[in-house]
């Protein structure tokens, strides 16, 4: 075979075109990429791509195996298959103390005792981990079985697209004929009109009772432009005579220019209130006559009330 005719021009490795363009930026190398590059476009990626994998914490239990599986005739770790593999010799030569026919012995009867101890050990947590398991699937068990015999909820019912009734039936049926085969119908019809009269009745009553209320309130609302001038006037006074509060000490000012609400006193704190709802407290016997005479009054303005069947109006409103 003739050798090959040797190229004109030498071979050169591939460089890429992005990468051999000199640009007058300041842009990293990274960012100069053409359309065709995946990071053409800037997305935003989150700082954590991939979850990293779950560390090994030491000290875990590896997949136990079954080591109660392969005993022949008997039950692996059973009392019976522990005394045949943990037997005794019959026949075991006394050693020298010391010598390491002894060590052989004692060494010996700590592998029987390990077996014996770990089959045990095991066998009961083998129990009790399928005892916690029968308990936990016969509880899922219930509950699933409980959920699915429980019984429909009414607004499940009510919403349903479906009510699940046998209209052939219903369209069959003599609805006269089902009627008269009903004896407590017609009982059943007098208990329902009796209970739909009272709760008309009772709305009515209540209807009326608002009505009376808001009569004898409506004496004192403010309807007119005459009498909103006239509460403005009681409550803050007119130009010429502006209320002031009365200031016998002088602390807040003195007669006209007293121009705090507290030159009344100090207000009510919560001991005064508990004192005079209980009675108790340092208050004079005409006090708490006083205050017995209102609370009277308030009784008697309920019984009054209770006879007329209606509202009354409190203090002078009452009397008129």
Known sequence: MPPRTPLSTPLRAWRCPQCTV???????????????????INIPEPPQQ????????????????????????KEKASDEWL???????????????????????????MR????????????VRKTRVERRMRETAEKNQAEREELLNR???????????????????????????????????????AHKTAKVASHANQKQSERLDSLHTLYLNARSFIVTPAQLDAAVDEA???????VTFGDASGMYGSGENAASVWAYGRPERVQDMLNSANRQGSR??????????????????????????GKMGDGDDARR
């Open 22 to 40: 000199r640009t007058f930026s300041s842009t990293t190398r990274t960012q100069q990429v053409g359309p065709e590059h995946p990071r053409y």
């Open 50 to 73: 991939t979850l990293p994998d779950r560390k090994f914490i030491k000290g875990r239990l590896p997949v136990p195996r079954d080591v109660f599986a392969g005993g022949v005739g």
């Open 83 to 109: 005394e045949s593999h943990t037997r005794t010799p019959k026949k075991e030569a006394q050693a020298q103390e010391g010598s390491r026919e002894e060590w052989k012995h004692k060494m010996s009867d």
């Open 112 to 123: 029987r005792r390990n077996l014996r101890e770990g089959l045990a050990s095991l066998r």
């Open 151 to 189: 019984p429909e909820r009414e607004d499940e019912r009510l919403t349903a697209p479906s009510h699940g009734l046998d209209l052939d039936y219903l369209y069959n049926i003599d609805l006269a004929d089902h009627a008269k085969n009903d004896p407590t119908r017609d009982a059943r019809l």
């Open 236 to 242: 803050f006074g007119t130009a010429e005579n502006p």
């Open 284 to 309: 004079s016997a005409m006090e708490g006559a006083g205050g017995y005479a209102g609370v009277n009054q308030e009784r008697m303005r309920r019984l009054a009330e209770g006879l007329t069947g």
